[in-house]
Every structure is written in structure tokens, then in C-alpha cells.
């Protein structure tokens, strides 16, 4: 699986970017789809995925990011509103098969990996 992602950059807070993240190589409908993202000087950090028609998020973005999917085109988005200084990153879209829901947070779960974006929120 291949994983070409784009749509980050500079933002002022309480602004929106939108991130895609087109994928090839595999069934598009078979993968799990999540996003990620790394601060400097953190640790890699769930941010959201999309698994057999449903989505789930870090607590701190719920309500703000919303992810989502177009089969056709093979991509899956991100749409970042309010956006807070706290959400600058490099933001990673990633791609994997697990079954297990549990394990839908955890980087372990996808093995596939697109470069890095960066988001930057300036307050």
C-alpha cells in the first residue's frame, strides 16, 4: 500500500486545513484508515481513524476534526476546524487491517505509512 498525503500549512488559530491522503496498492475498502500526528519532541500521537463505517478520535479533538472517506477516489480526509496552537504537528495518514477495534488507537496496528504533512497553528 502506497499513501500520498498533502494538504498541511500555516493556519492562525480558529482557522480549518483540510489533509488527504490518497492510497494505492490495495482494496481501498478492506483498510482501516488513520491519522496521526508528532510535535517535536513527542511521541507519535492518535488522532483518528475510519474502520468498517465508523470513526473514533483523540478526546481533544472530537467535535473540531472530522474524518472521512471517498471510496472512488481511494482517499480519506481530514477536515481540521477551530484549529489550536496545540495541534501543530507533522500529521501522518496510515493504513491497516486489524479486526480488533481495541487497537484502533495504536500506531502497531498500521503497517502501511504515508510521509508526513506539516500542520502549523500560529496563535
Known amino acids: 500500500v502506497q499513501l500520498q498525503a498533502s494538504g498541511g500549512g500555516l493556519v492562525q488559530a480558529g482557522g480549518s486545513l483540510r489533509l488527504s491522503c490518497a492510497a494505492s496498492?490495495?482494496?481501498?475498502?478492506?483498510?482501516?484508515m488513520g491519522w496521526f500526528r508528532q510535535a517535536p519532541g513527542k511521541e507519535r500521537e492518535f488522532v483518528a481513524a475510519?474502520?468498517?463505517?465508523?470513526?473514533y478520535y483523540l478526546d481533544s479533538v472530537k467535535g473540531r476534526f472530522t474524518i472521512s472517506r471517498d471510496s472512488a477516489k481511494n482517499t480519506v480526509y481530514l477536515q481540521m476546524n477551530s484549529l489550536k496552537p496545540e495541534d501543530t504537528a507533522v500529521y501522518y495518514c496510515?493504513?491497516?487491517?486489524?479486526?480488533?477495534?481495541?487497537?484502533?488507537?495504536?500506531?502497531?496496528?498500521?503497517?502501511?505509512w504515508g510521509q508526513g504533512t506539516q500542520v502549523t497553528v500560529s496563535s
Open positions: 475510519y474502520k468498517r463505517g465508523s470513526t
Open positions: 496498492g490495495r482494496n481501498f475498502n478492506n483498510l482501516n
Open positions: 496510515a493504513a491497516g487491517t486489524t479486526q480488533i477495534t481495541s487497537t484502533i488507537r495504536n500506531h502497531l496496528s498500521y503497517p502501511y
